[in-house]
């Protein structure tokens, strides 16, 4: 750990330790990281007598309300606030809520397209989730991680691996996930909820954004609609991971998944293999991400979003992986 890493521990322990009423932010349409990491701070901020809010703009989705913690997510804050903490958001936009001109206290993220709003930002690309930043941290903090927490972070820590077999994987983590099971997780059962199971409703959502699958060369892509969530019954505005299923076709280097938004916009996801960084096409298109995993909304209809993405990512792959 190098001295600025110190001193920038030392800070975030004494901004906690000053603050009595905290609220965590995290992003949009959140995924396990985003909950997780969310849960598994506010928790342990409770456990040493803090007032913590916890707001998600869109909620919690099913597949993580068996957590712990998970019922006092709020959708917008509720009372005042000493400190503002953002997490796993690269961007102020991706928060949901404006932030009325005020600067976050902390940001903390690992996204390598962060923009470092924050006044203080932690943000460690080389960390496979915002969540293994946390447990690996909140020690040095002077903050306990209780068994609540431990499972929240470990959430987070499996959805951004999908299960520790990304690309980015590596043996830190690896021991972060064994303490947090040390700290009281229940390893198989998270794996279980957050990887595994599926409602009927998302499975027929699956289907029908399957149906649409094209190729061309290594390129693959498919778009989910408004209408599709009518029929399947899905309740939420994401993909329902169906990426984690593109991303799995092995005559594919890049899979680009459209979601419709109500908003007019188009959610856009970008997964690659080893060698394509998709990070900063997403970029180009207003959004972030990693070199393997990236996301942007873009404004306009499928039809208008769809063919300009389509020629950027192809463009992409016609320049051929980076040299390692």
Known sequence: MNEVTVSLDAQIRELFAGAERILILSHIRPDGDAVGSTL??????????????????????????????????????TDEFDILVTLDASD???????????TPDLNIDHHVTNLNFGRLNLVMPEAVATAAILAERLPDWG????PDAAAALLTGLLTDTIGFRTSNMNANALRLGAMLVDQGADLPELYRRALIVRTYAATRYWGLGLSRLNRKGRLCWTTLTLEDRKTSGYQGNDDADLTNILSSIDECDIVVLFIEQHEGSVKVSWRSQPGYDVSQLAFSFGGGGHSAAAGA??????AEVCPRVIQATEAQLKAGPAVV
Not at 56 to 69: E, K, N, Q, S
Not at 143 to 146: A, C, D, K
Not at 297 to 302: H, M, V, Y
């Open 40 to 77: 598994g701070l506010g928790l342990a901020l409770q456990a040493v007598g803090k007032k913590v809010q916890m707001v998600l703009a869109d909620g919690v989705i099913r597949t993580f309300r068996h957590l712990p913690g998970a019922d006092q997510i709020l959708q917008e804050p």
């Open 143 to 146: 903050l306990p991680i209780p």
């Open 297 to 302: 909304d873009i404004p306009g209809t499928l």
């Open 92 to 102: 102020p936009r991706r928060l949901g809520k404006p932030l009325e001109g005020r």
